[in-house]
C-alpha cells in the first residue's frame, strides 16, 4: 500500500522556493510588473500558505485577470501557480490537468524557457497528473523540471525533482527507474550541508516504498527507520504529516515482511496523529493500510470495516478508491461470497477505466482507457479467479470463458507495460505475471479438456510461450535492428561506450558493497553516474528509433506464434516440447509435423522429489567418487531417471522422435533430459553404461523459447573457423580435477582458481585439426579474448567458470592473470575475469561457443526468463548456439569428450548429433560412466551441422587442373571438326566442382 499526499510538502516547498529565487534569467526580456496585480498574487500565495484555499482561489483569479489585461505575465505566472496549487489541495485535479494544454501554450507565448514559473509548473503538473493516474504525462513534466533545475544551482529543487519522478516511476511499477532516480536525490542532499531533515527523511521514506515494492524487506524497513530517525531527531521535531507518510512506509514493509503486529503498532501511531493534527487525507490512506493489514492475518471483520472507512473517506475518484474496492473483494471471496466478491471488483474496474457495463458481471473494459493500471490489472487477476471459482462451483461453462477474457486482458495489459519499463523492472514484471500466466494456462487447458476445441490448446500455448524469454528475445530483435538498419558505427560505439560505463559504475558498487564497512557517499555518488549515462543511453536509443525507422519496425515487430507455424517449421522426426512450470502444477505442449497436444503434470512430489535426487546426485562429485559405482547409486538413480520420464515425456507420445527440442522452465532447465530412462529394463542393467538413457535414441538440443528456435538462421561473415582459449592458473594449489566453483557472494581471486591438467591439450590439439588458432597459457587472456571477439565462427573456452550468487551478472569465466598494470582500477580495466555483465556488452559473431568450463548453464532461476546463466550472456550477445556446462565438468572427461565433439562435427554431424555421438563414444570406451563425467554439456540452439570454408588458394589450387583440361578440350574440338564444338565449356567443370562439393572442399 503507498501514503497518497506523501510529496505535497515538498511541491509547495519547490514552489515558493521558486517564487522567490530568480534562477537563470539571462534569457528573460524586462517584464512591466503591475502594481494591483502583484499584490493580489501575494495575496493568493498568502492564503495558500495558510492551507485557506477557497481565498487562494478567489485571489489568484483576480491576479490572473488583471495581469493578463495589463501584461504583467510574471505575476500572471505567480497567480495561475498558486490556482493550481490550491485547486490540487481541493481535490480538482481532473479539472486542473484539462487546463493544462492552454495554459502552456499562452505561457510559452509570454514567458521565457528560464523564467521561474516553469520550475513550479512542471513541478505542480507532474502531481496533478500523477493524482488523476496518468504517469505518462506526469513522468514528462517531472523530467522537464528536473532539466530546468539542472541548469540552475538550485540544487534543492533538483532533489525535490529527483524525488517527483522516483514516485512517478513507482506509480507506474518501473521499481528500477524509481530507484535511481531517488537515489540520484539521497546524493544531491547528501553533497548539501544545509539539507533539511525533513528532505532527508522524505527521500529515505521513497526508499522504504521503492524497496518494499521490490519485495527486499529488509532494506525497506531500514530506510524507513532511517527516516524516522532523522524526523525524531530534526531540530523542529519534525511535521506530524512528515511522521505520517514514515509510519504509513514502514507499516507497508512490516506487513509484506510478515511483522504484523510492528506493522500495527506504526499505523496506531499514524492514526492518532493524523487525528490530533486533523489530517483528513491521511487519515484514509492509514484507515486502508490497516485494512490491508488485517487482510493478510486474516481478520476479515476488521480489515472490511477499516476499508469501507477508506473508501468513505477517499470519494469515487480518488486513486487508490479501485484499490480498496478490490480489496474488498478479496475479502469476500475469502469468505466464500463470490457473486459480493464479483461486484467489488467490477466496481473496482470502473473506478480505474473511464466507463463500462459495471452491471453486466461478465463485461470487461476497454484497456485503452484506464489510468493506474497496476491497480487494474491486479482487479483483473482478481476477477478471472473468482469467475473461475464461480465456474466450479455453480456448473457454469459461461463463467470459465468469461474468465478467460480477463485473462486474456489482463496478459494483453502486461505487454503493454513490458514495452514500457527497464530491463530490471521487466523482469520483476515477468516474475509477478507469472501467478496470472499460470491461472490463464489452466482455465485454457480445463476449457480443452471439457471441450476438445483445438483454439483453447492455441491460446494456452500462446500464454506459455509470451512468459518464456521476453529480454532475451528483445535484445536478439534490437541486436538484429540495429545491424540491419544502417546505424552508423559512430552511434553504435557510443552506445557501446554508454553501456561499459554503466556497467563499470554497477561493478564498483558491487565491489563497495562487499566490504563490511561501505562507504555509502561513494555508492550514491556512482548510483548519480549510472543515471546521469542511462539518460544519454535512452536518448540514444530514442534518436535510433527517430532517425532510423527500420530499427524500430524490427525492434518491435512480434506476432504470436501459432501451433500450425511451428508445426510447419518441424522436419519429420522432429519434436519439441514446450513447459510451463507454475506453482500448482507444469503444463506441456508437445509439437511434431502431424500432432499437437498439450497434457497437465501436477507440480507436487511425484516430480520435485526424483528431481531434487537427481540433480543433487549429479552435482556432488564427492558422493559420485565415494559411491557412484555402488548397487544402491544405480538403483536410485534408474528409479529416479525413469520416474521423471514416465512424468514429463510419456505423455507425449509412445515413442520417442530421432531429435528433439525442448523448451524447459524453472527447475526442469537444470536437467539434462537425455539422461532420463525409456521405459525398457533399466532395473536390470548390470552397470550405468547399460542404462537405457533417451541419449540412445534421439539427439536433444534446447532452446529459451519457440520464438528464438524460429529465428532465421544469421549469416555470419567470421575470418577464421576456430579460435580456442586455455589459460594457465598458479601453481599454489594442486592440480584441479574439475571446472570451476560456486562463489556464493564475494569477488573472486586469481589464487582461487588451481591448474587445470587438460585444458590446453584439448584447445591445442582441436585448433591444430580445425585449421583454427589456440590462445594458450600466458595469451588466453581476457583482453585478447575481447580482441578477437567477433572473427571466430566457432570460439571454445576451456577455463574455470564461477558463480556469483548474489547477482549473476558477477559469474564468470577465468582468464590468464594480465600483468599487474593493466588491471588498474578504471573504465577499461581487463582482470583476467570475464564476467557476465561484461558478455552481455559485446557484440559477437560465432555460430557457436563452446563453454568447456563448469556450471556455465547454471545460475540464479528467474521466472519467466529461465536461468540466468553464462551461457544466455553468449546467446544475448550474438553466440546462435551455445554448448553448455549444468554441473562442474571433470577436467579428464570433457577433454575427451570436446574432442569426439569436434571430430563428429567435422564429419558432417549437426551440432545436436555430434555432441550426442561425443557421449555415447565416452560410454562406450570408458570406466568412469556415471552421468556425472559425461552428462554436464548440453546444445541451446539449431541442429544444423558447421562446414568449414577453405581458403581462396583451393580455389585456385583447383584451377590449374580445370584450366589445363579446358585447354586441351578446346584443342581437342579445334582438331576433329566443328560438331563437336557445341558442347559448353562449363560441363567439365561443373561435374568437378560437384564432386569436390560432395566431400566438402567447396562447402558453403
Known amino acids: 500500500m503507498k501514503t497518497t499526499l506523501f510529496w505535497l510538502t515538498a511541491i509547495l516547498f519547490a514552489v515558493l522556493t521558486c517564487s522567490q529565487s530568480t534562477g537563470p534569467t539571462s534569457s528573460q526580456p524586462t517584464q512591466v510588473q503591475d502594481p494591483e496585480a502583484a499584490a493580489l498574487a501575494k495575496k493568493a500565495e ?90 505518462d504525462a506526469a513522468l514528462d513534466y517531472g523530467k522537464k523540471e528536473i532539466s530546468f533545475f539542472e541548469k540552475s544551482d538550485l540544487q534543492t529543487d533538483l532533489a525535490i525533482a529527483l524525488n517527483n519522478v522516483g514516485a512517478y516511476y513507482r506509480s507506474k511499477g518501473d521499481y528500477d527507474r524509481a530507484l535511481e532516480y531517488t537515489l540520484w536525490a539521497l546524493q544531491v542532499y547528501a553533497s548539501m550541508p544545509t539539507s533539511t531533515p525533513g528532505d532527508l527523511a522524505w527521500t529515505h521514506g521513497n526508499l522504504s516504498a521503492i524497496w518494499y515494492r521490490k519485495k527486499d524487506y529488509t532494506r525497506s524497513i531500514a530506510a524507513g527507520e532511517k527516516a524516522l530517525s532523522i524526523l525524531q531527531n530534526a531540530p523542529d521535531g519534525g511535521k506530524p504529516a512528515e511522521f505520517v507518510v514514515i509510519y504509513n512506509d514502514l507499516a507497508n514493509a512490516c506487513t509484506l515482511a510478515g511483522e504484523y503486529e510492528k506493522s500495527l503498532d506504526y499505523l496506531q501511531e499514524a492514526l492518532r496523529i493524523c487525528r490530533a493534527s486533523g489530517l483528513e487525507s491521511d487519515l484514509a490512506t492509514t484507515y486502508h493500510n490497516l485494512g490491508h493489514v488485517y487482510r493478510m492475518t486474516g481478520r476479515y471483520k476488521e480489515a472490511a470495516a477499516y476499508l469501507k472507512q477508506a473508501i468513505e473517506q ?10 480498496a474496492c478490490r480489496h474488498m473483494g478479496f475479502i469476500a471471496q475469502k469468505e466464500g461470497n463470490l457473486r459480493g466478491a464479483l461486484a467489488w471488483q467490477q466496481k473496482a474496474l470502473r473506478v480505474l ?103 483453447y490448446l492455441e491460446q494456452a500455448f500462446r500464454y506459455a510461450e509470451r512468459s518464456k524469454a521476453l529480454l532475451l528475445a528483445e535484445a536478439l530483435r534490437e541486436s538484429a535492428a540495429k545491424e540491419q538498419a544502417g546505424i552508423p558505427e559512430a552511434l553504435l560505439q557510443r552506445e557501446k561506450e554508454l553501456k561499459i560505463d554503466i556497467a563499470f559504475y554497477k561493478k564498483q558498487i558491487f565491489r563497495e558493497q562487499q566490504k563490511s564497512g561501505a562507504d555509502a557517499q561513494k555508492i550514491l555518488l556512482w548510483q548519480s553516474e549510472i543515471l546521469k549515462r542511462r539518460r544519454s543511453y535512452e536518448a540514444l536509443l530514442a534518436e535510433f528509433e527517430k532517425s532510423y525507422p527500420q530499427y524500430y519496425e524490427i525492434k518491435y515487430r512480434q506476432s504470436d506464434i501459432t501451433l500450425a507455424a511451428v508445426q510447419k517449421a518441424l522436419a519429420e522426426d522432429v519434436a519439441l516440447v514446450e513447459f510451463f512450470a507454475g506453482d500448482q502444477e507444469i503444463y506441456a505442449f508437445f509439437l511434431d509435423r502431424n500432432n499437437a497436444r498439450g497434457y497437465r503434470i501436477p507440480f507436487d512430489g511425484s516430480v520435485t522429489a526424483p528431481l531434487d535426487r537427481l540433480l543433487s546426485g549429479l552435482r556432488d562429485r564427492r558422493r559420485v567418487s565415494e559411491q557412484g559405482r555402488s548397487a544402491a547409486a544405480l538403483t536410485q538413480f534408474s528409479k529416479d531417471a525413469s520416474a521423471l520420464f514416465q512424468r514429463l515425456l510419456a505423455p507425449a507420445g509412445a515413442k520417442m522422435p530421432k531429435q528433439l527440442v525442448l523448451i524447459p522452465d524453472g527447475a526442469l532447465a ?75 557472494c564475494r569477488e573472486q581471486e586469481t589464487a582461487d582458481f588451481a591448474p587445470l591438467s587438460n585444458n590446453q591439450a584439448e584447445v591445442g590439439s582441436i585448433a591444430k585439426k580445425l585449421h583454427g588458432r589456440a590462445f594458450l597459457a600466458a595469451e588466453a587472456t581476457e583482453l585478447q579474448f575481447k580482441k578477437q571477439a567477433q572473427q571466430p565462427r ?73 536461468v540466468i546463466s553464462l551461457a544466455r550472456a553468449f546467446k544475448y550477445a550474438g553466440c546462435a548456439n551455445v554448448l553448455m556446462s549444468l554441473w562442474q565438468a571433470d577436467d579428464q572427461s570433457t577433454a575427451q569428450i570436446m574432442q569426439a565433439f569436434y571430430r563428429h562435427l567435422q564429419a558432417g554431424l549437426g551440432k545436436d548429433a555430434a555432441i550426442r555421438q561425443a557421449k555415447l563414444d565416452y560410454l562406450g570406451s570408458n570406466t568412469r560412466n556415471h552421468p556425472f563425467f559425461w552428462g554436464a554439456f548440453v546444445l541451446i540452439g539449431d541442429d544444423q551441422p558447421l562446414r568449414q570454408s577453405h581458403s581462396r588458394w583451393w ?43 560432395a566431400i566438402g572442399l567447396l562447402s558453403a
Open 670 to 744: 537444470y536437467l539434462p533430459f537425455e539422461l532420463l530412462l525409456l521405459p525398457d529394463s533399466a532395473a536390470a542393467a548390470p552397470g550405468f553404461a547399460s542404462l537405457p538413457y533417451l541419449l540412445h535414441s534421439t539427439a536433444v538440443r534446447y532452446e529459451y523459447s519457440i520464438a528464438l528456435a524460429l529465428r532465421p538462421l544469421p549469416r555470419h561473415r567470421s575470418e577464421r573457423f576456430f579460435d580456442g582459449y586455455a589459460p594457465a592458473y598458479g601453481a599454489d594449489r594442486p592440480a584441479a580435477t574439475n571446472r570451476g566453483e560456486t562463489n556464493h
Open 353 to 455: 477505466a473511464d466507463s463500462f457495463p459495471e452491471q453486466d458481471i461478465l463485461a470487461n473494459p476497454s484497456p485503452q482507457r484506464v489510468n493506474a493500471y497496476l491497480d487494474f490489472l491486479f482487479a483483473l487477476r482478481d476477477k478471472g479467479e473468482t469467475l473461475s471459482l464461480l465456474a466450479a462451483k455453480e456448473s457454469n461453462p459461461a463463467f470459465l470463458t468469461a474468465a478467460l477474457r480477463t485473462y486474456d486482458l489482463a496478459a494483453g495489459l502486461l505487454d503493454s507495460m513490458q514495452a514500457e519499463y527497464h530491463e530490471g523492472s521487466r523482469q520483476f514484471w515477468n516474475q509477478e505475471a507469472r501467478p496470472i500466466m499460470e491461472s490463464a494456462i489452466g482455465v485454457a487447458m480445463q476449457l480443452y479438456q471439457n471441450t476438445g476445441n483445438q483454439q
Open 46 to 135: 498568502a492564503f495558500l500558505s495558510r492551507d485557506v484555499f477557497d481565498s487562494t482561489l478567489i485571489y489568484s483569479l483576480q491576479a490572473v485577470e488583471l495581469a493578463e489585461k495589463k501584461q504583467d505575465w510574471e505575476s500572471w505566472g505567480n497567480a495561475h501557480t498558486s490556482r493550481i496549487i490550491a485547486m490540487y489541495y481541493q481535490d480538482r485535479c481532473a479539472e486542473t490537468a484539462a487546463g493544462f494544454p492552454e495554459l502552456e501554450k499562452k505561457a510559452r507565448r509570454h514567458l521565457p524557457a528560464a523564467n521561474r514559473f516553469w520550475g513550479a509548473f512542471f513541478n505542480i503538473a507532474g502531481a496533478v497528473y500523477h493524482q488523476t493516474g496518468n504517469y
Open 794 to 866: 566457432i570460439v571454445h573456452l576451456a577455463m574455470h567458470g564461477f558463480l556469483n550468487d548474489c547477482d549473476p551478472l558477477y559469474s564468470g569465466l577465468v582468464f590468464s592473470t594480465p600483468p599487474a598494470a593493466a588491471a588498474a582500477d578504471t573504465l577499461a580495466a581487463e582482470d583476467g575475469f570475464l564476467h557476465a555483465y561484461e558478455i552481455y556488452n559485446l557484440r559477437m559473431n560465432a555460430d557457436l561457443a563452446v563453454l568447456s568450463a563448469c556450471n556455465t548453464g547454471q545460475g540464479k532461476l528467474t521466472k519467466g526468463e529461465g
Open 955 to 997: 580455389y585456385a589450387f583447383l584451377l590449374i587442373p580445370l584450366a589445363g583440361a579446358g585447354w586441351w578440350y578446346w584443342r581437342a574440338k579445334r582438331h576433329f571438326g566443328p560438331a563437336a564444338q557445341k558442347k559448353p565449356v562449363y560441363t567439365q567443370r561443373k561435374v568437378v566442382c560437384e564432386k569436390v562439393e
Open 314 to 323: 477517499y470519494g469515487a475518484e480518488h486513486q487508490n478508491y479501485g484499490k
